[in-house]
């Protein structure tokens, strides 16, 4: 039998792993977000479509990392036997199971940024062993849902004027994206020391039991 403390090595391991594959996937859209901000600001006689580009780059940016959050808590739990419940799986997965005409069917179960936001980065840290809730009471939270809320207006357009995006709109997105990745790294942080304290317990409790 694998000792607890050998498991939770682990399970570190796996963390930083998690933690450069994700780094890598993302790095074509963290890419594709810087370049659009330099052509934002070189090319003034586009400006209306390198402001459009920023928008949809930084949103894709964040769902492609909430995405990767969710299915590594997944993947995670496996080896650290945290339980989620039914409603955090579903979170995880995306999906929900109803009863319609007596029959069980599978449907898509998709949260709201602001939800998503939130729940993705908590039930990360949960299937760590850990505890996280993002700092949502801030400035910086609310630009990151009214950048969504601009890209919404881009994809579901009600007039001419709602393709347009403002300088405002700029600065909103790049205060949001920097209060995202202050989260994130927030969370990553959290997470690597509290499995390293958990070792750190578990040794200790294996040495006492052999004195």
């Not at 450069?20 to 993302?26: C, D, F, G, H, V």
């Not at 901000?37 to 920023?54: A, E, I, L, P």
């Amino acid at each position: 039998m694998t000792p607890p403390h050998q498991q939770l090595i682990k399970q570190g391991e796996e963390l930083n792993k998690c933690i450069r594959q994700m780094a890598l996937t993302i790095r074509p859209l963290d890419a594709d977000y810087d370049l659009a901000g330099k052509y934002w600001r070189s090319d003034k006689d586009n400006r209306q479509f390198w402001s459009r580009v920023v928008i949809r780059c930084l949103c894709a940016n964040i769902e492609a990392r909430l995405y990767l959050f969710r299915r590594t808590a997944l993947e995670t739990v496996n080896l650290s036997k945290v339980s989620f419940a039914k409603d955090e799986r579903e979170i995880l997965t995306e999906t929900r199971e109803v009863t319609e005409g007596g029959k069980l069917r599978t449907k898509p179960k998709w949260l709201p940024i602001k939800d998503s936001l939130k729940e993705s980065l908590r039930l990360f840290a949960k299937s760590m062993g850990a505890s996280f809730n993002a700092d949502c009471g801030t400035k910086g939270y609310k630009d990151l849902c009214d950048t969504f809320e601009v890209r919404h207006h881009l994809m579901h357009p009600k007039d001419v004027f709602a393709v347009e995006i403002r300088d405002e709109d700029i600065q909103t997105a790049e205060e949001g994206i920097h209060w995202f990745n202050q989260q994130c790294a927030d969370l990553l942080d959290k997470c690597k020391a509290h499995v390293a304290a958990t070792v750190a317990r578990e040794i200790l409790a294996q040495k006492a039991k052999k004195r």
